[in-house]
């Protein structure tokens, strides 16, 4: 057996059994049911009958995997550039460059992050295991797009993954993006408030839907240019995580991402000198996982955008 033993963080209190265990073992609701209906989920020694369950702080939850479910991982490749900006003995966090995908699938079985961090961390193998998580994942608690730049944290152990996971759900983590979108923004600051689902006309992007998850994104302006063409330097929140949010929810107010084309409404940026979106992850903060330290990081424009906002014109 794989056994995950959660002590259930405020974080948590009140939530559906079923929900926590797909949350904190990276599994579906589908695979959620068979683990209970297999006798493979506790709560303080007992067996869980009613996945609908709500969980108390404090309490103990444990679920058991079967070994046949735990397939190898990626190998470790030493060439793909990782830039560490801090690392101590549970956590990573990284700058991410621009065109590096984070972890493996659908036409990116090699030259991941995943792959540079499996090479310079070799024990982050056997994490997967350790916590329920997807093999191809060691670590991996949050993503940025192939496209987009920036901070992101890594876990090295158990503890650090179910910590990060937790506080990503609480929405403890703080991640803060810089945009340079099309057009003039209205007002000094926003809020956009529209669920995020998968889009019906192209299943590779993402679009505003009633059916979708809940999503929040908080942004302010920070500076404004008038050549070439109208343009707006903004500093975006996630209050939420959903894949592509920050350029989705731009786009629907009329602003998308300079450089960003599926979402771009055919509009463009004249005279661009990027081949991506304007978008960087510029500060991330959340609790140490084991000391409780609010700990956080601010990550300076890569060159290619920072040349681009040197050619806009106030």
Do not use: Y
């Given at each position: 057996m794989s056994d995950l033993a959660v002590v259930v963080p405020a974080s948590?209190?009140?939530?559906r059994v079923d929900r926590a265990v797909a949350l904190l073992?990276?599994?579906s609701r589908s695979a959620v049911d068979a683990l209970v209906a297999d006798g493979r989920v506790r709560v303080d020694g007992k067996l869980v009958a009613s996945r609908s369950a709500h969980l108390r702080e404090g309490q103990t939850l444990?679920?058991?995997?079967?070994?046949?479910?735990v397939v190898a991982g990626p190998e470790g490749d030493p060439t793909v550039d990782v830039v560490v900006v801090h690392e101590d003995s549970d956590v990573i966090v990284i700058d991410k460059q621009a065109g590096l995908v984070v972890h493996p699938g659908?036409?990116?079985?090699?030259?991941t992050l995943v792959h540079g961090l499996v090479a310079r961390y070799p024990e982050l193998s056997a994490l997967p295991a350790e916590v329920g998580?997807?093999?191809?994942?060691?670590?991996?608690?949050?993503?940025?797009?192939?496209?987009?730049s920036g901070l992101m944290v890594v876990a090295r152990t158990p503890v650090a993954y179910h910590s990060l996971v937790s506080q990503l759900s609480a929405r403890a983590v703080s991640r803060t993006y810089r945009a340079l979108v099309l057009g003039q923004v209205e007002g000094e600051s926003g809020l956009v408030d529209a669920p995020i689902g998968r889009s019906v006309s192209s299943p590779t992007r993402m679009a505003i839907s009633r059916k979708g998850k809940e999503a929040r994104t908080r942004y302010q302006v920070e500076q404004r240019f008038t050549s070439p063409a109208p343009t707006t330097l903004v500093r975006a929140s996630l209050e939420t995580g959903r894949t592509h949010q920050i350029r989705v929810h731009l786009a629907a107010i009329g602003h998308p991402v300079a450089g960003d084309e599926p979402y771009s409404q055919g509009r463009s940026l004249p005279g661009a000198t990027i081949n991506r979106p304007f978008l960087h992850a510029y500060a991330l903060a959340f609790d140490h996982p084991t000391t409780g330290e609010r700990l956080s990081w601010t990550s300076d424009l890569p060159e290619d955008l920072a040349a681009q906002l040197a050619a806009l014109g106030e």
């Open positions: 948590l209190d009140g939530v073992a990276d599994v444990e679920v058991d995997r079967p070994e046949e479910q659908a036409g990116h079985r090699s030259g998580s997807e093999p191809d994942r060691p670590g991996i608690v949050h993503r940025l797009d192939r496209g987009t």
